[in-house]
């Protein structure tokens, strides 16, 4: 039982990333997913989240520029960001409402 997140990395302000989340062991379908965040020194937060269904819900400050949307085919749950910015800065992790969390991965958006 584990999810695994992939796609971060070092990215200019304004650029885009696309982090995945691969979740194997469970009925990746029938549970809700989050995206939560973390930067230094900061309590974690909850940036995005789908239901099994597919309802959303965002951050106030990432609304219009990120997107979360899950492949149940694939056992993915992705998180589209773009116009990023410095505060954007993070480790962005996965969290399966079974529940479960992945490792995270470094989002950095400098010049």
């Known amino acids: 039982v584990q999810l695994v997140e992939s796609g971060g990395g070092l990215v200019q302000p304004g650029g885009s990333l696309r982090l995945s989340c691969a979740a194997s062991?469970?009925?990746?379908?029938?549970?809700?997913m989050n995206w939560y965040r973390q930067s230094t020194g900061k309590q974690r937060e909850l940036v995005a989240g789908?239901?099994?269904?597919?309802?959303?819900n965002y951050l106030d400050g990432v609304k219009g520029r990120f997107t979360i949307s899950r492949d149940n085919a694939k056992n993915t749950v992705y998180l589209q960001m773009n116009s990023l910015k410095p505060e954007d800065t993070a480790v962005y992790y996965c969290?399966?409402?079974?529940?479960?969390w992945g490792q995270g991965t470094q989002v950095t958006v400098s010049s």
């Open positions: 969290y399966a409402a079974y529940p479960l």
């Open positions: 062991g469970f009925s990746f379908s029938m549970y809700a």
């Open positions: 789908i239901t099994n269904g597919g309802r959303t």
